[in-house]
């Protein structure tokens, strides 16, 4: 299934949408779908906030397939390259302990996605590719 949506957070709400509708067609167990949703939600968020800065004229392209028992997801974008797997986890209980408000969404999806796989955009191709790897 694939999907495209505008950097807008408005469109969010139905991308989730359409993926619990193919996880749940797909019969993934909810605690899955719930943690691939969220993953896949936060990337989106980030790429709209920061890295789009809210540009409604720039897209998201969103791949995902069931493979071998896996939830593939491909996330594509135009934006300056940013490497997730380069981000450091944080010690959730002194973020907690620190009463920091956000800040931990590319720490769930480093911790709930099993592979994750990053392409930056060259000469060759024109966008950064981020794939996400969840096993069921």
């Given at each position: 299934?694939?999907?495209?949506?505008?950097?807008?957070?408005?469109?969010?709400?139905g991308m989730?949408?359409?993926?619990?509708?193919?996880?749940?067609?797909?019969?993934?167990?909810?605690?899955?779908?719930?943690?691939?949703?969220?993953?896949?939600?936060?990337?989106?968020?980030?790429?709209?906030?920061?890295?789009?800065?809210?540009?409604?004229?720039k897209t998201?392209?969103?791949?995902?397939?069931?493979?071998?028992?896996?939830?593939?997801?491909?996330?594509?974008?135009?934006?300056?390259?940013?490497?997730?797997?380069?981000?450091?986890?944080?010690?959730?209980?002194?973020?907690?302990?620190?009463?920091?408000?956000?800040?931990?969404?590319?720490?769930?999806?480093?911790?709930?996605m099993d592979?994750?796989?990053?392409?930056?955009?060259?000469?060759?191709?024109?966008?950064?590719?981020?794939?996400?790897?969840?096993?069921?």
């Amino acid at each position: 299934m694939k999907i495209k949506i505008q950097a807008e957070l408005s469109e969010l709400s139905g991308m989730r949408e359409k993926l619990s509708e193919f996880a749940e067609l797909n019969s993934v167990a909810s605690d899955a779908t719930n943690l691939i949703v969220l993953s896949i939600d936060e990337i989106c968020t980030n790429l709209i906030k920061y890295a789009y800065n809210y540009n409604k004229s720039k897209t998201i392209d969103i791949s995902v397939k069931i493979s071998d028992n896996k939830f593939i997801t491909t996330i594509k974008d135009t934006s300056e390259p940013f490497d997730i797997r380069k981000h450091a986890k944080k010690n959730i209980i002194e973020h907690v302990r620190k009463l920091n408000v956000g800040g931990l969404g590319m720490h769930i999806v480093l911790t709930v996605m099993d592979e994750i796989y990053y392409e930056p955009n060259s000469d060759v191709n024109p966008q950064n590719t981020l794939t996400l790897i969840k096993k069921l």
